[in-house]
C-alpha cells in the first residue's frame, strides 16, 4: 500500500500497464489498403523518394483509416527519404502495436538483412533508436532480443534525464563544475560514480558492444549507434569524461589533491615517478603455518614486491629463519617484548593489532613508495606489472584501493577461478539472485568475505595511519582516493568446506562474520546463525556449495554476468622458485 501512496504515477504499476497497453491498438485498414507483401522487392526502393502526401490524391486527407492516416504522417515527415526509409518506419509503426500483419517481422528482418548497410547511410539517429528498438520486441535471435531491450533502455533512459537536465539552464554540451555536487544519496541506495576511477560507463558500453557481435543483423546497427553515442559531445558520457579531465588537472596543480573532505598532502618525490624508479612492498600481520606465509610471500616476490614486511602475531623463531633467506623478507616477531617497546599493551582484537603493525611500517617507509596492506590468504592478480600501475595513480591520490575477487573452492588444489561483485562489474544487484537463487538476496554482492578490497597507501606523509581497508588521516579517513585498475586482490576465504566449517566460529565471535561488523547490509551474521540453528551443517554446507563452490553451473552463471575471473595461480611453484622445499 504504501509504494502505490508514495508513487507519482496514480495507480502505480497497474495503472501504468493500462496506460501504455491504450497505446497499442492494432492499425485497422481500409478496403483495398495493406502492408507492402513479404517479397517487396527493396533495393530499389533505396533510390525511390518519397514525395509531398498533401500533393498526391491518393494519399492526403480525408482519412480512411489509422492506416491511412500514420501513413499520411509518416510520408510528410520523411519527404524526401527514401522509399526504404519509409518502408522501415511503417514497419515499425505496425510493430509497436498488439496486433499486426503476421509478415510484418519478417518483412522487418528481410529489410535489415538485405538493407541494413543502406538504412545505416540513410536513417536519422531518431529512426536507428527506433529500429533497434524493434528488434528488442521482434528479434528472431536471443542477441537481437537482448541488445535491443538494453539500447532501447538506454536511449529511453538518456531521453528522460536528458530532458530533466534541460530545467537546470545548462546546455546538453556543458559539463557541471567540479564544485557543486550535493552529498546527498541516490535513489535504490545506488552508489555514486566515481569520476577518478568509475567503470559503470565502460562496462556498459563495452558489453553491449561486445554482445552485439554475436548477431550479423544487429550488430552493424548497434554498433553504429554506440559509436555515435561516444562521439556525440552532448551526452552525459562526454560531460562526465570532461568533468574527469578536469578533475585530472586538479590533482595535477594541487599537491594537496583535489578531493573535497580530507585529502593527505602527497609528497613531492612522487610526483614523475616511472615505473622503472617507483618501490612497492607489503605489510602483513600474520598468524599461520609457514606454508601458506611461504605462499604469500613468494607469490608477491615473483610480482616485483622489493619488501615484505611481516609481523608474526604468534612468535616463530624457526619461520623467521626460513623466510628471512630471501632479502626482501623483513620479520617482526609480535612478542611480549616487541608490545612493551610500543609502549601500548597488545590489543585484544587482532584487528586492532593488524592496523597498529600495518601503520608501524607505513611510518618506517621500508624505502618504497607505496606500501600495501593484506592478509595471508589474499594474493595480488594483476594484468600488467604492479609497477606500472601504481606509477599510473593520479599524482593527487594519496592511496589506491584494490578490488576483491572472491576465490571459488576447487575440489582440490588452488584456485583457479575467482568470482567479483556486482557492484565491481557493473551490474545490477537483480543479478545476484540469478547467479545465487536461496542466498543471494542475503549476501551484499554475493561474497562471504568483504566486499571492500584492500588498499596501497603512499609512504612518507605525516600523520596517515594504514587500516584494514583504507588510508587515515589526522584521524579521519582520506578522501583523495584511486580505484586501482587492471588489478583483483583473489581472497581465498573459503577455498574448501573443510577450511570454511574450521573457522566459522572464530569468525562469528572475532573475525568477519561478527553481528557488530563494520558491514550490517552484508547478513552474514543473521544468515549463518539462522542456519546453523535450523538446519546445523546441512544449511551450512547448502551456502557453501551455492555460494563458494567452484562448479560449471555456478562459472556459467557469474560468466553470462561478467562477474568472473580466470587467472592462473600457482603459489606452491613459486615457493619452490623462491625458497626451494619447505622444511
Known sequence: MSAEKNTPYPGGIAAILTQMDGRRDAIDYAPGEDLPPYDTPLAELATQIVTDPDADPAEAPPFRSSYHRKRHALRRELAGRSELVFLNALLIAHLRKRDFPSHAPALFQRLWIEQGEALLDQ???????????????????????????????????????????????????????????????????????????????????????????????????????????????????????????????????????????????????????????????????????????????????????????????????????????????????????????????????????????????????????????????????PQRPMSELLSEVPPGAAFARVAPAEALAPESGMPQHFKTTHKHAGQPKSVLQEIYPTFGAHLYGGFLSHTSGKVFARTGIEDTRLGIHTLKYRDEDATNRHRLGEVWLAHLHARSWEQFRADLEFRKTLGSYRKSSERPEMGQAELLAFLSEEEGDAGLRALFEEVCADTPALRARLSAQSMLIDHPFDPDAAVTRTFGALP
Open 123 to 381: 536513417l536519422d539517429p531518431r529512426w536507428l533508436v527506433s529500429s533497434v528498438t524493434t528488434f528488442g520486441d521482434h528479434g528472431l535471435s536471443l542477441v537481437q532480443r537482448s541488445v535491443g531491450l538494453a539500447l532501447s533502455t538506454l536511449f529511453g533512459t538518456m531521453k528522460l534525464y536528458e530532458s530533466e537536465r534541460l530545467y537546470s539552464g545548462l546546455p546538453s554540451d556543458r559539463p557541471h563544475t567540479l564544485d557543486r555536487r550535493d552529498r546527498g544519496p541516490l535513489p535504490l541506495e545506488m552508489d555514486g560514480y566515481s569520476l577518478s576511477g568509475g567503470g559503470l560507463d565502460v562496462n556498459m558500453i563495452g558489453r553491449l558492444w561486445l554482445e552485439a557481435e554475436g548477431d550479423p543483423v544487429i550488430g552493424p546497427l548497434a554498433h553504429h549507434l554506440l559509436e555515435m553515442l561516444i562521439t556525440d559531445e552532448r551526452t552525459v558520457f562526454r560531460r562526465l569524461m570532461t568533468m574527469r579531465k578536469r578533475q585530472a588537472r586538479r590533482s595535477d596543480a594541487a599537491p594537496k589533491g583535489d578531493v573535497a573532505g580530507n585529502p593527505a598532502p602527497v609528497p613531492a618525490s612522487h610526483r614523475g615517478l616511472t615505473a622503472s624508479a617507483l618501490r612497492w612492498g607489503l605489510t602483513s600481520t600474520i598468524r599461520a603455518p609457514l606454508a601458506e606465509i611461504a605462499r604469500f610471500a613468494a607469490h608477491h616476490i615473483e610480482l616485483g614486491a622489493q619488501v615484505l614486511h611481516i609481523h608474526l602475531d604468534a612468535p616463530d623463531p624457526e619461520a623467521e629463519a626460513f623466510l628471512t633467506r630471501h632479502p626482501a623478507i623483513r620479520i617482526t616477531q609480535c612478542d611480549e617484548a616487541y608490545w612493551r617497546a610500543s609502549g601500548r599493551k597488545r590489543p585484544e582484537a587482532h584487528q586492532v593489532r593488524q592496523a597498529f603493525n600495518a601503520t608501524q611500517s607505513l611510518r618506517d617507509g621500508l624505502g618504497v613508495h607505496w606500501l600495501g596492506h593484506l592478509d595471508v590468504d589474499e594474493f595480488l592478480l
